[in-house]
């Protein structure tokens, strides 16, 4: 039976598959536009751990970005130090440290993909606003509000208040 071989497809055609995913192609697709097989893609597919598409957004810039962590992992390929890289895509010795123990896969090794779906999966999300997620709540401040009050006076009930 055949040995699993990694593929040797450079990180640049890897890069344009999922950007091609991240535009909408299907994998099949995407595979063809690049050059490879259909079980190729699906093969870095499933090694990324499935994709996560960012909100349209900006990303602020003190976050690592996809090249970034593509960069990351081209430079502990090529067994460059921690240092080395991180001077090479302007960050601090610290982040890249932390983002190789942070972000690498069970198995201890580094990927790009996978880092970026896993940082995007613990991304914070905005939470719900109180008066938005309460009708009890929004139906007592538009009282207080038609009978005058100003929005300092009205004293909001604790969180577990359900009137």
């Known amino acids: 039976m055949p040995r699993y071989a990694p593929n040797k497809m450079s990180t640049a055609v890897k890069k344009r598959y999922f950007e091609l995913l991240r535009e909408g192609y299907k994998g099949a697709a995407a ?3 690049v050059g490879v097989s259909a079980s190729c893609g699906s093969n870095w597919f499933i ?5 996560i598409v ?5 990303i602020s810039p003190r976050f690592l970005t996809q090249n970034d962590r593509i960069a990351i992992a081209d ?3 090529a067994k460059q130090s921690v240092k080395e890289i991180a001077a090479s895509i302007g960050k601090s010795f610290q982040t890249v440290y ?7 896969k069970p198995d201890g090794s580094y990927h790009p993909w996978w880092a970026h779906n896993q940082s ?19 139906t007592l401040v538009r009282e207080k509000l038609t009978e005058k009050w100003s929005p300092q006076q009205i004293e909001v009930p604790p969180a577990n208040w359900a009137a």
């Open 31 to 33: 595979a063809r536009a």
């Open 47 to 51: 090694e990324a751990g499935s994709m």
């Open 54 to 58: 960012p909100g349209p957004g900006p």
């Open 75 to 77: 430079g502990l390929h």
């Open 98 to 104: 932390r983002e190789t123990n942070r972000n690498a």
């Open 120 to 138: 995007l999966l613990r991304r914070h999300r905005p939470k719900e606003e109180k008066i938005r997620g309460s009708e009890p709540l929004r």
